[in-house]
């Protein structure tokens, strides 16, 4: 909730950021286009309004994609037991198919190729630098633990895993790699320092 400071005049919002995120979230999972007329004029908003909130429409999704893979990422880390390589490993692996299979995604690589790859790749935009700030904090937990002594430091090591990542799972189609997830698993296992 804004404060006194950050409040601004006039007739509050139909609806809050949190639940324009959420339908534009439902609508790319349901591989629909995420407009941003259309969710400010469903949830009774101005577009002023998610302008305010997203700046463009890439900006909305790319917080929505950021969103989704950081409750994704850290649901299957969640869900694995253990410590160590293998473990980061296997979340990584799991992580990987899960976006290579996400419909939504697909729907919007295939219809907007550049703007997406744009969102997803992007040093400057939401998605890469919160996935590569949340790898290395996934790879400082098991290191903290004592389960892990990576070869590399752990933000060059998260950077170069997010970046094999992209190139696998949906931007080097050319060299014929799109959505290949085994050998993305080979080469993080390598990375990651696991003996085949």
Same mark, same amino acid.
């Given at each position: 909730m804004p404060d006194a400071a950050t409040a601004r005049p006039g007739r509050p919002a139909a609806a809050t950021r949190d639940e324009a995120l959420a339908l534009a979230t439902?609508? /790319?999972?349901?591989?629909?286009?995420?407009?941003?007329?259309?969710?400010?004029r469903e949830l009774g908003l101005a577009r002023a309004t998610m302008h305010r909130w997203f700046g463009t429409r890439e900006g909305l999704l790319g917080e929505v994609l950021a969103n989704l893979v950081e409750e994704r990422l850290l649901a299957i880390r969640r869900s694995i037991p253990g410590r160590g390589p293998k473990a980061l490993l296997e979340c990584f692996d799991r992580f990987n198919r899960e976006v290579s299979a996400t419909r939504g995604l697909g729907v919007l /690589?295939?219809?907007?190729?550049e703007r997406a790859l744009r969102i997803l790749n992007s040093s400057a935009g939401a998605v890469q630098p919160r996935i590569v700030t949340l790898i290395e904090k996934l790879l400082n937990d098991e290191i903290e633990a004592g389960a892990f002594a990576p070869a590399i430091a752990p933000p060059t090591l998260a950077y170069a895993i997010v970046r094999l990542a992209e190139s696998f799972i949906y931007n080097d189609a050319i060299v014929g790699i799109l959505g290949d997830t085994e050998r993305l698993r080979e080469v993080e296992a390598v990375l990651l320092g696991i003996e085949p």
């Open positions: 439902r609508r /790319l999972l349901a591989a629909e286009r995420v407009d941003v007329q259309a969710i400010a /690589l295939a219809q907007e190729q």
